[in-house]
């Protein structure tokens, strides 16, 4: 059975703390992707990677970093947090070929404050 | 990537077809029309794609016009369960990329 695990449900910070959150999967593949969810807003990609140290902005990069190191894992990265970054981020995995379905992780609740 | 719109919510109750129509008017040729369901706290996670006339599985319908400027997704005799958001996307299939926007809140009654 395909698998995306996040390496938390929920994570609560402080303001100006650098937080790591962590997504690997188990799937071999090779696109993976960094959302984040709001009310109102749905889902909005954040940055997405085709391969291994490969990175791409999505349509929302601002205040976030990413790093893939090896093909399974996927870090986003904030820097320094702040308030407004409290969310729901989900992590997903896909393959570049047939219907390009996305597998998605549970979510990370994320609570700066 | 084209731009989808969709209604933001809809109820309905137990046992009734469930049609939500999505519109893509500046879909390209290349261009696949995917839905995907998401539950409260959970991923979304991918229900149906097509490209025209009409595709079927275990979980829905897609319809899909000639002119593929619009979409529906059908689920039959709907439960408690289906309770969930749903989302249009397109997918040109080349970039791994998809855009979710807001979704239709789907609410089903007993």
């Known amino acids: 059975d395909v698998k995306v695990t996040q390496s938390s449900r929920y994570l609560v910070k402080r303001t100006g703390e650098k937080v790591f959150l962590e997504c690997v999967q188990d799937?071999?593949?090779?696109?993976m992707f960094w959302y984040r969810q709001d009310p109102g807003l749905g889902l909005r990609l954040i940055y997405f990677?085709?391969?291994?140290?490969?990175?791409e902005k999505g349509d929302i990069p601002e205040g976030y970093s990413v790093s893939r190191e090896k093909k399974e894992r996927f870090s986003l990265i904030l820097e320094s947090a702040s308030t407004n970054q409290t969310s729901m981020y989900l992590c997903?995995?896909?393959?570049?070929?047939?219907?390009?379905?996305?597998?998605f992780g549970p979510g990370t609740r994320l609570t700066v404050l | 990537l084209a731009k989808t719109t969709q209604p933001i919510s809809m109820d309905s109750y137990e046992g009734q077809e469930v049609n939500i129509t999505c519109s893509h008017n500046?879909?390209?040729?290349?261009?696949?029309i995917t839905w995907y369901q998401q539950f409260p706290s959970q991923g979304p996670r991918f229900i149906i794609q097509?490209?025209?006339t009409k595709v079927t599985n275990e979980v829905a319908s897609l319809f899909i016009p000639a002119d593929r400027k619009s979409s529906t997704l059908s689920l039959p005799r709907v439960s408690l369960s289906d309770t969930a958001v749903y989302y249009c996307?397109?997918?040109?299939?080349?970039?791994?990329?998809?855009?979710f926007g807001q979704g239709t809140t789907l609410q089903v009654k007993p």
């Open positions: 799937m071999d593949h090779e696109n």
């Open positions: 997903a995995s896909s393959n570049p070929t047939g219907k390009n379905e996305q597998f």
């Open positions: 500046n879909i390209a040729t290349n261009d696949y």
């Open positions: 996307l397109v997918d040109p299939g080349n970039t791994g990329k998809l855009i």
């Open positions: 097509g490209y025209k």
């Open positions: 990677s085709y391969d291994v140290k490969m990175k």
